[in-house]
């Protein structure tokens, strides 16, 4: 049962431009939520997150946002630059039950020069 | 300040055959995680550590894999026998505070072991 779905494999986008990707998840018990960032041969680092009793949090060039009435939050990037090219995964779990993450399939980005 | 560590970075068995994998989290980190991430899918947990006290192993084939954390800091993820399908990475992440402590927790990760069964 996949508590956590990104549904685009993939992303490319033009230097410059906003990269925006979207994550979709079906526990309304879940409160707290992450984007991690992973390049090729590495583990995955985290990038920003956001508790649920927030819409919104930026960190940058990152932003994410929380729509909890429609368990969504998609992670906004701008300006979007080469080196972001890397696949990102969301996560979600509960704090107050374990802290199990729960990980999306990932989108892997391209930033095109 | 050191990052998780882990061994070996690669892994070529055939079924059937055992195998086992080493991680060394950050220093002081109470709380330690190992995942399996299957080719197209995300991170996926096994088991949970709490100090050397398994918090969560609800998801680990406990037919064919084991896990300990001795002492509360180094862990071992065995599997014996292997099956074709464990082919993974299994990543090891540390975190510094206890699960259900309600503060915000973030993971951090080591580079992953690639277990290629043939």
């Known amino acids: 049962d996949q508590q956590v779905k990104q549904n685009s494999p993939s992303l490319s986008v033009q230097e410059g431009r906003i990269s925006i990707l979207n994550c979709d998840y079906t526990?309304?018990?879940?409160?707290?939520f992450l984007w991690y960032k992973k390049y090729p041969a590495e583990g995955p680092t985290f990038l920003i997150s956001?508790?649920?009793?927030?819409d919104k949090n930026e960190d940058g060039r990152f932003t994410v946002f929380l729509n909890k009435s429609a368990k969504h939050l998609s992670l906004h990037i701008v300006p979007s630059q080469p080196g972001d090219s890397a696949v990102y995964f969301c996560?979600?779990?509960?704090?107050?039950?374990?802290?199990?993450?729960?990980f999306g399939t990932g989108t892997s980005l391209t930033v095109i020069p | 300040e050191a990052g998780v560590a882990q061994s070996p970075r690669y892994k070529i068995i055939e079924k059937r055959q055992s195998v086992a994998f080493w991680c060394n989290p950050i220093?002081?980190?109470?709380?330690l995680y190992w995942y399996q991430q299957i080719l197209g899918q995300g991170p996926k947990l096994l088991i949970q550590?709490?100090?050397?006290?398994?918090?969560?192993d609800s998801q680990l084939p406990k037919d064919r894999f084991s896990a300990e954390r001795l002492k509360g800091v180094d862990s071992t993820l065995k599997i014996q026998p292997a099956k074709l399908e464990d082919s993974a990475v299994y990543l090891c992440?540390?975190?510094?505070?206890?699960?259900?402590?309600?503060?915000?927790?973030?993971?951090?990760f080591g580079p992953g072991t690639r277990l290629t069964v043939l």
């Open positions: 992440a540390s975190s510094p505070h206890p699960p259900t402590s309600g503060r915000n927790n973030e993971q951090f």
């Open positions: 526990n309304s018990m879940f409160d707290y």
């Open positions: 956001i508790s649920s009793i927030k």
């Open positions: 996560a979600a779990t509960n704090l107050n039950t374990g802290n199990q993450f729960y």
């Open positions: 550590f709490q100090n050397n006290g398994v918090v969560d």
């Open positions: 220093s002081g980190h109470a709380t």
